[in-house]
């Protein structure tokens, strides 16, 4: 345990000293903002949606493997709407976690996780 904890606390410094930011920093920088982009368009959700029902057709169950991925920046979509109706603004993001439950997982195809 002590080893895994000296290995990854080298790993964060050298992280900081290379890049000039943190490991957490640099996930958000590199996966979640594009992945927050494309999610916000049609041509995303629609990706998502169809890569999802062809793992359900190969017998793996789509939610469970697209969700953990797409869900983080789904919520990020809705506290950034809630910070924005709090401000007075129009709320920046249409496409939410409680959207693609209501309207992109009709019928019984995809079912999501509860």
Avoid: R, Y
Wanted: aromatic share 8%; proline share 6%.
């Amino acid at each position: 345990m002590l080893t895994l904890l000296t290995l990854f606390g080298i790993l964060a410094v050298l992280i900081e000293t290379c890049f000039g930011s943190s490991l957490h920093q640099l996930v958000n920088q590199l996966l979640q903002a594009p992945l927050q982009h494309a999610l916000q368009s049609l041509h995303g959700i629609l990706g998502l949606l169809f890569s999802m029902n062809i793992l359900w057709f190969f017998g793996i169950h789509g939610v469970s493997v697209m969700m953990p991925i797409t869900e983080p920046t789904l919520l990020v979509a809705i506290q950034e709407n809630a910070a924005a109706l709090q401000q007075g603004t129009i709320p920046p993001h249409i496409v939410t976690k409680p959207f693609i439950d209501a309207f992109g997982f009709m019928g019984a195809a995809v079912k999501p996780l509860v």
